[in-house]
């Protein structure tokens, strides 16, 4: 049986003090190879706070997190962030390239956080994949020379870097206009479909989400339903 690349086991974040919040509570699900996953939800259901306990950017207060099999509640921060740099990938609304540093530059960083390979692979493999998603003659543009689907090309290459087998997308295309949004979409999705990686998105975007093979829908921090969209029953079937 396939390990489930992320699984959630009744996993909660609950904050405590003068006044008790509930982000996410009695969350169970996994992520498996190849899955495009969506989480939707209305406006503070706790979509990004699902997103972040699965990504190993924090830690649930209830039940568990494991990512490759690994259960994750328990490590210390140097053995998280290592999973986090060798098995995920993070992709945001905001970019989030350092702005001093160029397109190639960035896309370097996690590689050198990892030290898995030597610099000129690590530079051959960052230009590659730019090449790849078309910013071949911007390798040494800032963030500021670039648009905003410039940009997030170059913050997918960045996720992209230490080959995980998990992107994590907070609203990818929540601060581009159509045509940025729709080559950030074929690029999620030929990573799913080529490379059989597994995706997880969080959007508002109804259209966005009918794109992903399975729709999670997450209200008031609770899992109100999961399953597979047609377009994915109609692939299976076809």
Avoid: C
């Avoid at 086991?9 to 699900?29: P, Y």
């Amino acid at each position: 049986m396939t390990t489930p690349l992320i699984e959630a086991r009744k996993a909660g974040r609950i904050l405590h003090g003068e006044v008790t919040t509930t982000l996410v509570t009695d969350i169970s699900l996994r992520v498996m190879p190849g899955e495009f996953v969506a989480i939707t939800g209305p406006s503070g259901s706790g979509k990004s706070s699902l997103l972040y306990l699965m990504g190993l950017l924090d830690i649930p207060t209830e039940g568990e997190v494991l990512v490759g099999g690994e259960a994750t509640r328990s490590l210390d921060e140097n053995h998280r962030a290592d999973l986090r740099l060798s098995m995920l990938g993070f992709v945001f609304q905001f970019h989030f390239l350092l702005p001093e540093f160029s397109a190639l530059e960035n896309v370097l960083l996690p590689m050198r956080a990892l030290s898995r390979l030597k610099e000129t692979p690590m530079r051959n493999r960052a230009r590659d994949l730019l090449a790849t998603l078309g910013l071949a003659d911007h390798l040494w543009k800032r963030p500021d020379q670039l648009s905003g689907g410039q940009r997030q090309r170059v913050a997918i290459a960045r996720a992209l870097a230490n080959e995980p087998s998990v992107i994590l997308a907070d609203e990818p295309t929540g601060n581009l206009d159509t045509v940025a949004s729709a080559q950030v979409v074929s690029i999620l999705r030929h990573i799913v479909d080529e490379e059989k990686k597994a995706v997880v998105i969080v959007t508002h975007d109804p259209g966005l989400a009918a794109k992903a093979d399975r729709q999670i829908q997450i209200v008031d921090g609770r899992i109100a339903s999961d399953g597979f969209t047609n377009s994915h029953r109609a692939t299976v079937a076809s």
